[in-house]
Structures are given as structure tokens and as C-alpha cells.
T-cell receptor, first 115, second 114 residues
């Protein structure tokens, strides 16, 4: 079916507000990843989920960032008390399972702007 | 620390010309290397993947090479088209302790002019 989808495509918020970004992975993909892409920078790993295992949160930059994956499908990335430095494109990717040989399929991203 | 360095940072060429993008990495242990193409406003899409034993892989007009000894890779684009204008990202993966987290380069921004 469809590829990875993300919503919203664009989000403008005021400093200090909370935001939620949504990712719908490809059906049947057990692994899901969140990345952040700042202007002129490479993709920065944030967190990944593999099946029912505990997520790898090692890339989250602060405790203001959290993510959930409900029912092994849809994932939500939440940023609390947003700061201007959180402005970036947030990309979600999914793959059949984790492991380096499995291609990650990326969504179009959510562009977050914190004023 | 695992790192992936790409050069040049940006490149402008005329339609129909060839170009080569470079990637150097210090990821260990090495598992594989992918080149992605990212169009403006879109997510990256995989072009090629190479493992340790492979030294060349083609996908249409795109040809990637890998020298695992010198830890270098290149992406050669033949007979460029306007649609090749995009960012090209080198990604190196390592399976370490059951945790799979790839290392991304910053990308090369390619502009193809008519």
C-alpha cells in the first residue's frame, strides 16, 4: 500500500508550547525510526522502536523529547516546552525489521518552526 | 566516534555532464554503506547498498563504488538530468551489540542546470 506518512507536514508553534508529530509506518514494518534534520546538517538519530522491545532512546537530545508507538504501528513524537533550537524537519522511517541490511523507507517529514 | 564525511558540500553542473560525489567514513564495525537521494521537501530514498565484499553497484545512471580498505565510497552520476538535482546522502551502518543506528553524512547538494 502507501508509503510512510507523517502529519502535519508543517507545524508553526510558539516557544514553550508542546507539539505532537505523527508517523504512520508502512504496514507490516516492525521497526520505526525518528530522525531530526536541521538546515545544513546530516540526519540526527533520535529514537527507534523494534517490535515489542524497549525502544532505543539514546538519541533523544533532552527529556523534553519523548515518543510512543501504539500497537506496534503508529508513532507519536512529543516535544514539550519547545525551544527555537527545536526548529527542524523531523523525519520518520520504517523497515521490515531492524538490522543494518534492511532498507529504511522515509516519510516526507514534518517541518517544525518554533517562533 | 563514528563519522561520515561527504564532499563536495555542493556542486553545480550542466545537464548531460557527469559528476562524482565522495564519501569517507570512520564507522566500525562496518556493515554496509548506502547512498540516498533526497529531493527538496521529501524524505531520502535509497539508491544503492554495498556490503564489505562489494566494490561497485549500479542503479541506472548511478554507480557507487566502495573501497573498504581506505573507507571511501563514491557515487558517479552519468549523463545528468534536471531531475538529478537533489541532496545525496551517504549512510554507513554498523551492527553493534544488537543495536542498529546508522551514521549519516551531511549530504552533497547537486544542482543540474539546463
Amino acid at each position: 500500500g502507501a508509503g510512510v506518512s507523517q502529519s502535519p507536514s508543517n507545524k508553526v508553534t510558539e516557544k514553550g508550547k508542546d507539539v505532537e508529530l505523527r508517523c504512520d509506518p508502512i504496514s507490516g514494518h516492525t521497526a520505526l525510526y525518528w530522525y531530526r534534520q536541521s538546515l545544513g546538517q546530516g540526519l540526527e538519530f533520535l529514537i527507534y522502536f523494534q517490535g515489542n522491545s524497549a525502544p532505543d532512546k539514546s538519541g533523544l537530545p533532552s527529556d523534553r523529547f519523548s515518543a510512543e508507538r501504539t500497537g506496534g504501528s503508529v508513532s507519536t513524537l512529543t516535544i514539550q516546552r519547545t525551544q527555537q533550537e527545536d526548529s527542524a524537519v523531523y523525519l520518520c522511517a520504517s523497515s521490515l525489521w531492524s538490522g543494518s541490511n534492511n532498507e529504511q523507507f522515509f516519510g516526507p517529514g514534518t517541518r517544525l518552526t518554533v517562533l | 566516534k563514528n563519522q561520515v564525511e561527504q564532499s563536495p558540500q555542493s556542486l553545480i553542473i550542466l545537464e548531460g555532464k557527469n559528476c562524482t560525489l565522495q564519501c569517507n567514513y570512520t564507522v566500525s564495525p562496518f556493515s554496509n554503506l548506502r547512498w540516498y537521494k533526497q529531493d527538496t521537501g521529501r524524505g531520502p530514498v535509497s539508491l544503492t547498498i554495498m556490503t564489505f565484499s562489494e566494490n561497485t553497484k549500479s542503479n541506472g545512471r548511478y554507480t557507487a563504488t566502495l573501497d573498504a580498505d581506505t573507507k571511501q565510497s563514491s557515487l558517479h552520476i552519468t549523463a545528468s538530468q534536471l531531475s538529478d538535482s537533489a541532496s545525496y546522502i551517504c549512510v554507513v551502518s554498523s551492527d553493534s551489540g544488537g543495536s542498529y543506528i546508522p551514521t549519516f553524512g551531511r549530504g552533497t547538494s547537486l544542482i543540474v542546470h539546463p
